[in-house]
C-alpha cells in the first residue's frame, strides 16, 4: 500500500513496509533486426525535413519511421514488432543521427509491450550504444542499453537494416 503527502499538484508515495510486496528485477536480453526502408511500396521511413544543401552529413535531414523489427536479417524472417519515431541528423561534424523511437513488441512474450530507446547513433562506427529510458507493460520502470551493429545498408536508396542487442532491467 502507498501512502502519500499532496504538495501543490504533486504527491510524493511511500510504500508501506508491511503491505510491500517485493519486486524482483531481472534483467533481459533482446536480439532483433530493423529495417529502415526509403524506397518502394513498403517504404517504413519518411523524410519530413530535407538536409541542408551540401551537407556532407546530412545536417537537419528529418524522418518519421514505422520500421518492422524482425527475428532475423531478412524481412520474411518473422516480425516480432515495430520501431516507431523519428530520427534527425543532428551534427554538422559527422553523419551522426538523434533518436527517439518505440519499439513495439507485437508477436511472443512480449507482445503488447514497448521499450523506449532515445539517444545518439553515430551510424559509421561499427558499433553504437544507445539508452533504454523507459518502457510499458512487461517493460514498466525500463532501463538500459542497445548495442546497434549496421546489418546492411544501401548507398543508392539510403535503406538500411541493423542489428540490435538491447539489454533491459525490468
Request: aromatic share 8%; glycine share 10%; with cysteine.
Amino acid at each position: 500500500m502507498a501512502t502519500g503527502k499532496r504538495r501543490g499538484c504533486s504527491e510524493t508515495l511511500e510504500q508501506s513496509s508491511q503491505n510491500a510486496m517485493p519486486r524482483k528485477e531481472k534483467l533481459t536480453h533482446l536480439h532483433f533486426y530493423w529495417h529502415d526502408i526509403l524506397t518502394g511500396p513498403n517504404l517504413s521511413a519518411v523524410v519530413i525535413v530535407s538536409p541542408q544543401p551540401n551537407s556532407s552529413t546530412i545536417f537537419g535531414l528529418v524522418s518519421v519511421i514505422d520500421d518492422a523489427l524482425t527475428m532475423g536479417p531478412d524481412l520474411s524472417s518473422g516480425i516480432i514488432g515495430r520501431a516507431q519515431g523519428l530520427y534527425a541528423a543532428a551534427s554538422q561534424e559527422e553523419i551522426a543521427l538523434l533518436m527517439a523511437m518505440n519499439l513495439v513488441f507485437t508477436e511472443g512474450e512480449y507482445k503488447g509491450s514497448t521499450l523506449t530507446v532515445f539517444g545518439r547513433n553515430s551510424i559509421l562506427m561499427k558499433v553504437r550504444e544507445m539508452p533504454v529510458i523507459g518502457g510499458t507493460g512487461a517493460f514498466q520502470f525500463a532501463r538500459g542499453y542497445t548495442h546497434l551493429r549496421t546489418y546492411q545498408f544501401d548507398p543508392k536508396t539510403g535503406s538500411a537494416v541493423v542489428e540490435y542487442d538491447v539489454y533491459v532491467r525490468h
